[in-house]
């Protein structure tokens, strides 16, 4: 779902991950460092690019509750930084566009959609898949395992795009109550990631889900109906459409 910007932020991770932090003045800059208490601060004390904190570890629990928080990590390396951008880019499902040449591909079933049918090869592709203007991934070994634990807790999903036997494009993200947090996404083929999304999309409206985080802006979901948001909105779905 992240297209990354690693280009322009590298050299801020660099000095951000080169320091250990005792206050979050340490670098003049409002960056929290979190301690083994999974505590996130108030995400409207983030950056202007959304940098909010940085530590803590990839637990179970750390993640839950930063997704109650509006927050999600986004990092290369070994050290978690976490990000609440304003304004924040989501999809409601009831907006999602369909190109006429996106139903062209769906009426001449090339393509199978399951759910859950593939976790660990989904999240395996998106992780090693080529992003152009990228050279590196967000996805980190440790965040790999994070994810396969939600996902056995029963938070994490996918959906699979399969052409024959063949898994060709997916995508994998968090749910809690009526919010997916979509966390990333792979195509081996034209139009696969597509086909899974708006599946996907279709199928969580039918159970009632009303937003669908997309985190940061991508042309690709933009394309689909995805807009932009002012982060104050975003929290009220949080407060509105979560459970405990």
């Known amino acids: 779902y992240r297209k990354r910007y ?3 932020h590298r050299s801020a991770v660099r000095i951000l991950t080169s320091h250990k932090y005792t206050s979050p003045g340490a670098l003049q800059m409002p960056i929290f460092p979190l ?8 995400p409207s004390l983030a950056e202007p690019d959304g940098l909010l904190a940085i530590g803590g570890d990839l637990s179970p ?28 880019f989501v999809l409601l499902p009831a907006s999602l566009k369909i190109s006429n040449s996106m139903k062209a591909v769906m ?21 090693t898949i080529h ?8 996805i980190t070994t440790g965040m790999q395992k994070a994810y396969l634990q939600l996902h056995h807790m029963g938070y994490a999903l996918s959906a699979e ?35 899974a999304f708006i599946n996907l999309v279709r199928e969580l409206q039918e159970k009632g889900v009303v937003l669908i985080d997309c985190q940061v802006h991508t042309a690709h979901l933009e394309s689909l109906g995805a ?14 459409c979560l459970i405990s």
Do not use: H
């Not at 795009?161 to 966390?183: P, S």
């Open 131 to 138: 992003r152009p203007g990228q050279d590196g991934t967000w």
């Open 61 to 88: 629990l750390r993640l839950l509750e930063a997704y109650r928080a509006g927050i999600f990590p986004w990092f290369e390396g070994d050290v978690p930084l976490w990000w609440s951008p304003d304004p924040r």
């Open 227 to 240: 807009k932009m948001i002012p982060r104050r909105v975003y929290l009220n779905y949080l407060r509105d």
């Open 161 to 195: 795009t399969w052409r024959d036997d063949r898994l060709v494009g997916g995508l994998y993200g968090v749910q809690m109550g009526r919010i997916f947090f979509g966390e990333s996404m792979f195509a081996l083929e034209s139009n696969a990631s597509k086909f």
């Open 35 to 42: 301690d083994e208490n999974i505590i996130f601060p108030d």
């Open 6 to 8: 690693w280009s322009n």
């Open 107 to 127: 009426r001449k079933q090339t393509f199978t959609y399951t759910r859950n049918k593939a976790f660990g090869e989904v999240i395996a592709n998106c992780k």
